[in-house]
């Protein structure tokens, strides 16, 4: 199974972007659908956005939608979210994950390998 590293969380102002990144160990990466995941502070985890096998479906939340999109590369065993037009509202860990299920990319019970998380903080 792979394991899982986000990077790329930070500060940020309201309205600027920000770029993660999910590295994937292993060799079945394109075998995972992938999905972002974010927590705040006294709630639960949600999912953010999830992307099929080959890249070609994804999945936002309404929240995000139009402002974040999520794309992946198999050759570099690597998932992305870009984030523009941040909002204080998205300040949360934002978690990686992996699924080999692929029933519906909308459903957090797909999802069952996870990174550790990476801190992203919009400031107002």
């Known amino acids: 199974q792979v394991q899982l590293v986000e990077s790329g969380g930070g500060l940020v102002q309201a309205g600027g972007s920000l770029r993660l990144s999910c590295a994937a160990s292993?060799?079945?990466?394109?075998?995972?659908?992938m999905g972002w995941f974010r927590q705040a502070p006294g709630k639960e985890r949600v999912i953010v956005a999830g992307?099929?096998?080959?890249?070609?479906?994804?999945y936002y939340a309404d929240s995000v939608k139009g402002r974040f999109t999520i794309s992946r590369d198999n050759a570099k065993n690597t998932v992305y979210l870009q984030m523009n037009n941040l909002e204080p509202e998205d300040t949360a860990v934002y978690y990686c994950?992996?699924?080999?299920?692929?029933?519906?990319?909308?459903?957090?019970?797909?999802?069952?390998?996870w990174g550790q998380g990476t801190q992203v903080t919009v400031s107002s």
């Open positions: 992307i099929s096998r080959s890249g070609g479906s994804t």
């Open positions: 292993g060799r079945t990466f394109s075998s995972y659908i």
């Open positions: 994950a992996a699924g080999r299920g692929g029933l519906s990319l909308s459903r957090p019970q797909e999802y069952v390998l």
